[in-house]
């Protein structure tokens, strides 16, 4: 079966420090991966996501940016966090329509 | 006009009651509708997924689609304490190029 990690779960950053945030897929190959951000009582807003190694989708102009160097790996990274970046960052991934999210990471940026 | 539309509430209901949440949408190229249910502070599950127009029942959970109202709901029968999350709609077309969540709503069963 298939599961999908995210770590760290919980993360306290100043402004103006950088941002890594990974996210791991195990049991499929060549999934569409995806980010997406939850700000608190708001809906799921899709930021990024990827078909392939190096195929890189943004949907949202912001500070933000991604990586996919590995089939099963998708990276967020920012190099200066902004007060507004709080929220909570959930990877998710598909083989065909539906998307299977992770367990999500909390970033609070003071 | 947002392509997916969903009362954020919050819902709170006795255990035991029935619950009725939905979504409205816009775009016909949706076929394919989901609902998932986000527990605090965790990622969503998919719950329940359907194809086109109709229902589909799974223990104590319904999903109707009503494509002629563009209208889906999720029923929750002899609801739990253990039913409170939050639940979000989801909507895709055939191609999966146009997927879409509702802003979920929340439940909250009093026991």
């Known amino acids: 079966s298939q599961t999908i990690h995210q770590w760290p779960a919980t993360l306290v950053q100043p402004v103006g420090s950088p941002l890594s945030l990974e996210c791991t897929v195990e049991?499929?190959?060549?999934?569409?991966l995806y980010w997406y951000r939850q700000a608190a009582g708001r809906g799921l807003q899709l930021l990024f996501y990827?078909?392939?190694?190096?195929?890189i989708s943004s949907e949202v102009p912001q500070n933000l940016s991604a990586s996919r160097p590995q089939d099963r790996q998708f990276i967020l990274s920012s190099k200066k966090l902004l007060l507004s970046d709080s929220g909570f960052y959930l990877c998710?991934?598909?083989?065909?329509?539906?998307?299977?999210f992770g367990p999500g990471t909390r970033l609070t940026v003071l | 006009q947002k392509e997916v539309e969903q009362d954020p509430g919050p819902l709170s209901v006795p255990e035991g009651a029935i619950v009725s949440l939905n979504c409205t949408y816009s775009?016909?190229?949706?076929?394919?509708f989901m609902w998932y249910r986000q527990y605090s502070r965790k990622g969503p599950e998919l719950l329940m997924y359907?194809?086109?127009?109709g229902n589909k029942e799974d223990g104590r959970f319904t999903a109707q689609v009503d494509k002629s109202s563009k209208y889906i709901s999720l029923f929750i029968r002899d609801s739990q304490p253990s039913d409170s999350a939050t639940y979000l709609c989801?909507?895709?077309?055939?191609?999966?190029?146009?997927?879409?969540f509702g802003t979920g709503t929340s439940l909250t069963v009093i026991p």
């Open positions: 998710a991934w598909s083989g065909g329509l539906y998307r299977f």
């Open positions: 049991g499929t190959s060549n999934p569409n």
């Open positions: 990827s078909v392939g190694i190096g195929q």
């Open positions: 775009n016909s190229a949706f076929q394919y």
């Open positions: 359907t194809y086109s127009s």
């Open positions: 989801a909507m895709s077309s055939n191609t999966g190029n146009q997927f879409y």
